[in-house]
């Protein structure tokens, strides 16, 4: 005869099986949740406690930028320059007989308007103010600025107090060709608050209001 065949039950749940003496119980779900929940409401308690800090007071100061090329605006009173410097030169060069002060009188016109035919890069920070020109490039405080002279096409920073013969080769040009003049006066006023101010047409005369 064929053996009964045995038939095999389901095995028990594990919350269900018996816990013998001195075994750990079951972990209770409900009892981890609240654990983790408390634990986040002490961390977020710890936060609130923090100091709140002010991103305003440590922003740093963005520097204006800008660069000015005075010729792609005015192209036609380039060449008409231009055309004037080599004219100049070559009366120069017949006059002396020499090509030598011809091409001489030439490079001299033309470095003397650097400023209008080549780049001028400009960055006022807010401890100096950079100017970067095709063959030099020159950094200098804010605090050594005592005068600014104002005209419609930029603005003179001179270190001196009162006029003198070396100020123009002292003092830093200034263009607003190539940026915002609102902009760049407010920085120059707000970088150089000591410095005598004098408005367009009062270079020897009163100082402007602020």
């Keep these: ?10 095995p028990p749940a594990p919350d269900e099986m018996p816990t013998p ?3 750990p ?6 009892a981890t949740a609240s654990v983790a929940l408390s634990a986040i409401d002490e961390a977020a308690m710890a936060n609130a406690s923090l100091p709140i800090i002010d991103e305003s007071a440590t922003a740093v100061i963005v520097p204006l930028v800008w660069v000015a090329h005075p010729l792609l605006r ?3 009173l380039g060449a008409l320059v231009g055309l004037g410097i080599m004219v100049a030169s070559l009366v120069l060069g017949f006059w002396t007989r020499s090509l030598f002060w011809g091409v001489f009188s030439a490079g001299v016109l033309f470095l003397s308007l650097e400023t209008f035919f080549l780049p001028s890069r ?3 920070g807010a401890l100096e103010l950079g100017v970067q020109k095709a063959f030099s490039k020159v950094r200098t405080p804010w605090a050594s600025f005592r005068r600014v002279y104002e005209d419609r096409h930029g603005l003179t920073l001179s270190p001196y107090r009162r006029r003198t013969f070396i100020e123009p080769y ?5 263009l607003f060709d190539g940026g915002e003049a609102t902009a760049i ?5 707000a970088r150089c608050p000591q410095a005598a101010w004098l ?7 009163k100082e402007t209001e602020r």
């Design 1 to 10: 005869m064929a053996e009964p065949v045995e038939s095999k039950s389901a």
């Design 21 to 23: 003496e001195g075994a």
């Design 25 to 30: 119980s079951v972990i209770d779900q409900s």
């Design 185 to 189: 006066k407010d920085v120059v006023r």
């Design 199 to 205: 408005g367009p047409g009062k270079r020897g005369g």
């Design 122 to 124: 400009y960055e006022a």
């Design 74 to 76: 005015r192209r036609v």
């Design 170 to 174: 002292r003092s830093t040009r200034l």
